[in-house]
């Protein structure tokens, strides 16, 4: 018997906010998102538009290398999202579609081999034909290459095959339930063979794949152009010329270049401008619940650099989890992001989703802020207070703003926060190198559970920033991955969150509501939970032309 693997996660159909997180708020209470409802856009459907035209986007935060295997940078899967087509995508409401795929896999009675249907009649960029063995090539690389970021996002591969021109075939060692999802992202971007080829390592600065747009050019530090391709088996659905992507790192920037109509997108709004721009009618705030969480990092190994043994750190942080446990009893998390954040985000401290069918009371249960025990903890550690820790922060207005209320919260419980302004893609080398101590950074989210755990937290692996090494939770992930059964992977995550929440690699602080907003001038800009902001399909508002 062979079954199709099919949705992942269970959402309202119908595009709702969403509700406090009810476990965590019993303790931290926070309202906040419970007035906000999801707006994700509109897609340009029979709405008259006209062809052509440049569309400029304000990027937050500049990406790293435009290489979806190597990439982990968020802001990459942006411009990424245009000229780049995965073999399944993910939609507002959760479920897994397909993309350059034409079908969801079918999976073996056993869950050892996934096939895959690809399309026919596609090409890349420059030209060369899409099939089944170009996509064997780019899955090969993105589980294979040595500087990968994918490889445990796509789980106990065995091999690799192309099947004819339009089947990929997927051989597993053992069953691995969320590959779909992870092939929804990244992991299922699929790159020129003929590109590969000829650029190597060097494919990030001049990436060919199959999308709406295709890359013409990058300034460092100041933006990045894509053009329409003309080759794209979608074209007629494709209006604009361009899509430039600017770089605008402070957030009034690009409030202010939005209001002017100097930019028509920004990525990133902050909660500090979200409600004038939503009562500003020459414009649209699209706001989403999200799938991802932010919180600190605390090394605890990685010395060599992620992926590579650990070796211990001679800190209190690091060696002690009483230490860890202390700092986490000295983050205020409801009141901080009520506060800092005008209610528009919700504190958690777990990595699953609240609204999926994967949550349950316990994996969402917040510790109360209780900075007397912190201090406790401390003296039962032997460690003298204050104690100091140098936490690395994104140099954004609000990541700094919320990085001062945790600085304040946390020397209650007997800490001295230092706080270290870092740029965004120096953080990203930081995580990578284990050149840190603690440092406040998130994660966009995947729909699938063990894609916002499993890289993080599984011994080795090349996402595993903290050198973390739990076997028991490595026993309990991948019993998860193994498992199709809802329910049962529910329990076994729910046993994994305890563990994390008890050694604090990672103490979760807060979930984001995504926030965008673009000028009514434009439609079809779109953003779901996984919070990619998709401009590919948009159009500038006219009569055809």
Request: proline share 6%; hydrophobic share 35%; net charge neutral.
């Amino acid at each position: 018997m062979r079954v199709r693997l099919s949705r992942l996660l269970v959402f309202p159909v119908v595009a709702v906010g969403i509700a406090a997180l009810a476990a965590c708020g019993s303790v931290q209470k926070t309202d906040g998102s419970a007035t906000h409802t999801d707006d994700f856009g509109t897609p340009v459907g029979t709405q008259k538009v006209r062809d052509g035209g440049e569309l400029v986007m304000g990027l937050s935060s500049e990406p790293d290398r435009l290489d979806p295997t190597t990439s982990s940078s968020f802001y990459t899967r942006y411009v990424m999202n245009s000229i780049c087509e995965k073999l399944y995508d993910n939609d507002s409401s959760g479920n897994l579609v397909p993309q350059l795929a034409t079908a969801l896999p079918t999976v073996s009675e056993d869950g050892l081999t996934a096939t895959i249907p690809v399309r026919t009649g596609v090409k890349f960029a420059d030209g060369t034909a899409f099939d089944a063995a170009a996509v064997q090539t780019s899955l090969q690389r993105h589980f294979s290459l040595k500087t990968s970021q994918r490889t445990s996002e796509m789980g106990p591969i065995a091999s690799i095959e192309a099947s004819g021109p339009s089947t990929v075939v997927v051989h597993l060692q053992k069953p691995f339930t969320p590959l779909t999802s992870a092939l929804a992202d990244r992991a299922g971007m699929i790159m020129s063979p003929t590109a590969l080829a000829a650029e190597g390592d060097n494919f990030g600065d001049n990436p060919v794949c199959v999308g709406p747009f295709k890359f013409s050019k990058r300034v460092p530090q100041t933006s990045i152009e894509v053009e329409r391709d003309p080759l794209y088996y979608d074209a007629q659905h494709v209006h604009l010329n361009k899509i430039t992507y600017r770089i605008m790192v402070d957030a009034n920037i690009r409030a202010a270049n939005l209001r002017s109509g100097d930019i028509q997108v920004a990525d990133y709004i902050s909660p500090q401008d979200a409600g004038t721009l939503k009562d500003d009618s020459k414009l649209r705030l699209l706001r989403s619940r999200a799938l991802g969480f932010m919180g600190v990092y605390v090394n605890l190994g990685n010395v060599d650099g992620a992926g590579k043994p650990v070796k211990p750190i001679d800190t209190p942080l690091a060696k002690d989890a009483r230490v860890r446990e202390a700092l986490s009893l000295s983050i205020d998390r409801g009141t901080l992001v009520d506060t800092v954040f005008d209610k528009w985000y919700e504190a958690t401290c777990s990595p699953i989703v609240p609204q999926t069918t994967y949550a349950t009371a316990a994996v969402n249960d917040c510790p109360a802020y209780d900075p007397a025990k912190a201090k406790q903890l401390l003296a039962e550690a032997g460690v003298q207070t204050p104690y100091p820790i140098k936490l690395a922060v994104q140099t954004s207005q609000d990541r700094l703003r919320y990085a001062q209320a945790l600085q304040n919260s946390a020397a209650a419980g007997g800490f001295q926060i230092e706080i270290v302004p870092t740029e965004y893609s120096t953080l990203l080398d930081m995580q990578k190198r284990g050149n840190y101590e603690a440092m406040l950074l998130g994660w966009s989210g995947r729909i699938d559970p063990d894609g916002n755990i499993a890289r993080f937290m599984t011994t080795g692996s090349s996402g595993n920033y903290s050198g973390y090494s739990a076997p028991a939770v490595d026993d309990l992930l991948g019993q998860a991955a193994r498992t199709a059964d809802t329910a049962k992977r529910a329990n076994l995550y729910e046993q994994v969150v305890k563990q994390i929440q008890k050694d604090g690699p990672y103490l979760y602080t807060y979930r984001e509501r995504y926030l965008t907003a673009h000028t009514t001038s434009v439609t079809g800009v779109e953003m779901y939970p996984d919070g990619v902001v998709r401009v590919a399909k948009a159009a500038f508002l006219g009569d055809k032309g």
